[in-house]
């Protein structure tokens, strides 16, 4: 073999070499670049596919925002961050006018802690057949609602006027904005069903989200509020003005 093929062959094996180190040098970690930049890439992708649709998925509880706000809004009426007995009182009084009677007394009592009802077997679906006597439903409870954030205050209401006129403003209660439990409805001595003016009671509880000792201040704050207004003008927040 002369001089000249060796060198050819040495040219060649060094250019081999060359080439090869330059792509172990060079192209190799480009490439290797490039692999991580199209991993990268491919999630980028699927973390915007995912905030699109935690977009669109807050796009629409957006849309159900007003709606919402309007729900809260009625609930706040129907049972208040405190006892918010002045408002009570004004609404019954408004009520009665609708229903035609006078409210001759309102007693409202101590707010107390609130006691969860015990469950029972009886099933919520129970039916009952003619001659028996109906079946109260399973108490539902919530494990949020305690004694720590929320009260019963009872209340009691005297008004006077026909049957069918208690019945309505009885009705109307029910309706109402605040929550009002009616646990018992009774009539007195001069009152019937024929129609004649009577006396009707009704018994029963509102509710407040807050605990009983806070709802105590706030009916103590009423009550002196109350008498400091009686000074004056002879009016009184715990007790409805008749008609």
Request: proline content about 3%; glycine content about 6%.
């Amino acid at each position: 073999m002369d001089r000249n093929r060796l060198l050819t062959i040495g040219a060649v094996f060094a250019a081999v070499v060359v080439i090869a180190l330059g792509f172990i040098a060079g192209v190799r970690p480009q490439l290797s670049a490039a692999a991580d930049a199209k991993a990268q890439n491919s999630a980028v992708v699927a973390q915007n596919q995912g905030l699109r649709a935690g977009i669109t998925t807050l796009e629409s509880k957006f849309s159900k925002m007003k709606s919402l706000t309007t729900q809260l809004a009625d609930l706040q009426q129907s049972v208040p961050a405190d006892a918010a007995a002045p408002e009570f009182i004004d609404e019954m009084n408004a009520l009665a006018d609708q229903a035609n009677v006078g409210i001759s007394s309102f007693a409202m009592s101590d707010a107390q802690a609130y006691t969860a009802p015990v469950a029972t077997s009886t099933s919520s679906t129970a039916t009952t057949t003619p001659g028996t006597a109906p079946v109260a439903p399973a108490a539902v409870t919530n494990s949020s609602i305690t004694a720590s954030n929320f009260s019963v205050i009872p209340f009691t209401i005297t008004v006077s006027g026909t049957y069918g006129e208690a019945l309505d403003f009885l009705s109307a209660v029910h309706s109402g904005d605040r929550l009002f439990l009616v646990t018992a409805f009774s009539g007195g001595s001069d009152s019937s069903a024929d129609g004649t003016t009577g006396s009707w009671t009704l018994t029963g509880s509102i509710y407040a989200l807050t605990d009983a000792q806070s709802a105590q201040k706030q009916q103590q704050t009423t009550t002196n509020s109350s008498t400091a207004s009686s000074a004056t003008d002879g009016s009184s927040t715990d007790t409805a003005a008749g008609k």
